[in-house]
């Protein structure tokens, strides 16, 4: 903020992380409404109301804590080095609220990561910044809501929502989608769309927790042959998945540092650039290119895959993007698209094998489409990409991109801060008797109380005009 | 008199400004109140659900508005 220059940069970034956040609220809409064209009418009210409110909640724990854990945790801590400071992002710093960039009484400077930019930058940038990585937060729960749908209380659901959304997902985001993260700088991991750090946690999250709660009533017959418990409104379902692409929009823009000098990233100095969240290069025109190829990919190679099913042709478009969005700050267009297909294929037939194999009730395919799907764009993202340098360029010892990096970082992600997590909490919650509706209920309905108090309210109006129509002579 | 650090924006000099939200220096207090907000939250809604939950069960021993449920379902 400095120069003229430093500050239209500033402000410019401002606005560019503030555009994403309402393109990303489209990504919950979406998500609200085909989670209620999946689920039977008898609970369409809990349906949506389980996913709205953990907006909330997230909200406030991603504020208590989450943020503050995305700069403090790069270096595990305890793998490369401890905690890191980080003054900008705790809850109580004067930056987390209406700031002019000047000192403030109890903060003169912000210390710790990011102190060099100064006041100033965070001022402006600490709040866009945040809402952004929220929204990402956001994301991620809303992925583990659709998988839970039918018999899950919302109470449980909404404390598995704030560990995915407030603490798993932004520790992966810390280790292996920051550019000092360790698994960037030890194991070269690279996910500049998110692939493995919101797609594949999410989805082994969401398996750990349907592998706790078990499937709907139904859903199996008794010698384990699937039932189809088809969406009920399949309209509702499929513009709920176009929403879902319309946010995406928002999602990629918001993975991209607009606008950084080049020297301020170890290259030559003189020109400015787009860079990934790793301070590594790349453009807008790349990624514009990468997310329609492989959402063309996914959507073909669903439609045939599944013979036109319009539920599963709509997912496998988002299974193509989330495979190629690893790498998809460098593909070319053609590789995007042949590996948003072959993404799209694995995530539909691995769906179908679990679902009968595993005897795994996942009512919205969220654990192929997001974990499956996300899993495998890691590893072929390490064949892809072998031996380009995962580091910025100010790194004294660059990382490489390497299928076994890429390997290890999927099973992080899936396994280590997806499934046991959720496992864990869930059986925690379980045992407890505070995870899953009991049986009644969830024969007759999770909105019957409102169903029954709405029936009572017509019947008293109804009653009422009765009253009214005999006081008038117009009945006997 | 003012609850900022603002008394003026006449000839203020902004670059020398930080925080401007009211009462600056309570920001643990703000903290401890937000994070019990947080966790009523969950004791009020838990105790919420489970009423409803009980509703929903003695619903569900009506023979005939199971009925209407599985004629419902079956309908979609």
């Known amino acids: 903020m400095d120069t003229d220059i430093g500050a239209l940069t500033v402000i410019f970034t401002e606005f560019y992380y503030w555009v994403t956040i309402p393109l990303m609220f489209l990504i919950h809409v979406g998500f609200c409404m085909y989670e209620v064209g999946a689920s039977r009418h008898k609970n369409h009210l809990h349906t949506v109301m389980k996913n709205t409110m953990l907006i909330p909640l997230v909200t406030v724990t991603f504020f208590f804590f989450g943020w503050w854990i995305y700069f403090a945790f790069p270096n595990g801590p ?27 009484p109890a903060l003169e400077s912000a210390q710790g990561y990011g102190a060099d930019l ?44 704030v560990v995915i959304g407030s603490f798993t997902w932004i520790i992966d985001a810390a280790w292996g989608w920051h550019p000092d993260g360790w698994m960037v700088t030890q194991l070269g991991y ?7 750090v919101i797609h594949a946690i999410a989805g082994g999250f969401a398996l750990g927790v349907v592998c706790v709660l078990g499937p709907r009533i139904g859903k199996f017959a008794p010698d384990g042959t699937p039932r189809n418990i088809n969406p009920h409104n399949k309209w509702l379902v499929t513009i709920g998945l176009f929403l879902i692409y319309c946010g995406f929009w928002g999602f990629y823009v918001a993975c991209n540092v607009p606008i950084i000098a080049s020297g ?61 969005s690893a790498g998809n700050d460098l593909y070319h267009p053609i590789q995007a698209m042949l590996i948003g297909g072959v993404g799209a294929v694995c995530a539909y037939k691995l769906h179908f094998w679990v679902e009968r194999r595993f005897k795994i009730d996942d009512p919205v395919g969220a654990v192929a489409v997001h974990g499956y799907a996300g899993f495998i764009g890691l590893v072929i993202c390490g064949f892809m990409l072998w031996g380009h340098p995962a580091t910025a360029g100010y790194h004294a010892e660059a990382a490489f991109i390497t299928p076994w990096g890429q390997f290890l970082g999927a099973c992080i992600m899936f396994i280590v801060l997806g499934f046991i997590p959720a496992f864990v909490v869930s059986k925690i919650l379980s045992m407890l008797g505070m995870l899953r509706v009991p049986p009644a209920v969830e ?5 019957m109380s409102e169903e029954m108090r709405e029936e009572a309210d017509a019947i008293e109006v109804s009653q009422a005009d009765i009253a009214e129509a005999r006081r008038l002579g117009l009945l006997s | ?63 005939e508005r199971l009925q209407r449920v599985f004629e419902e379902e079956a309908r979609e």
């Not at chain 1, 729960?141 to 449980?156: D, F, L, N, Q």
């Not at chain 1, 024969?443 to 909105?447: A, H, N, R, T």
């Not at chain 2, 203020?12 to 966790?39: C, N, R, S």
């Open chain 1, 443 to 447: 024969l007759v309905g999770l909105d």
């Open chain 2, 1 to 63: 008199m003012s609850t900022t650090l603002v008394e003026s924006w006449s000839g203020a000099e902004l670059d020398a400004l930080g925080p401007i939200y009211p009462m600056v220096g309570t920001e643990v207090m703000l903290l401890i109140a937000g994070l019990i907000f947080w966790l009523a939250y969950h004791v009020l809604q838990y105790g919420i659900e489970k009423k409803e939950m009980e509703e929903d069960e003695t619903a569900a021993r009506s023979a």
């Open chain 1, 118 to 161: 100064g006041n100033a930058f965070w001022s402006r940038l600490n709040g866009v910044f945040w809402a952004a990585f929220l929204l990402f937060s956001w994301t991620a729960a809303s992925i583990v809501s659709g998988a839970t749908i039918e018999r899950i209380r919302p109470s449980a659901f909404w404390i598995l929502a």
């Open chain 1, 264 to 324: 301020d990233i170890g290259a030559a100095e003189g020109t400015f650039t787009a860079t990934t969240i790793y301070l590594t290069p790349t453009t807008l025109s790349a990624i514009v290119f990468n997310f329609l190829m492989s959402l063309s990919g996914g959507m073909l190679a669903g439609y045939v895959v599944s013979r036109g099913d319009a539920f599963w042709t709509y997912s496998c478009g988002l299974a193509g993007i989330i495979t190629a």
């Open chain 1, 190 to 196: 690279h996910d500049a769309y998110a692939s493995g």
């Open chain 1, 78 to 104: 305890g793998i490369t080095g401890g905690l890191t400071q980080s003054d900008h992002a705790v809850p109580w710093s004067e930056l987390m609220g209406t700031h002019l960039g000047g000192p403030g």
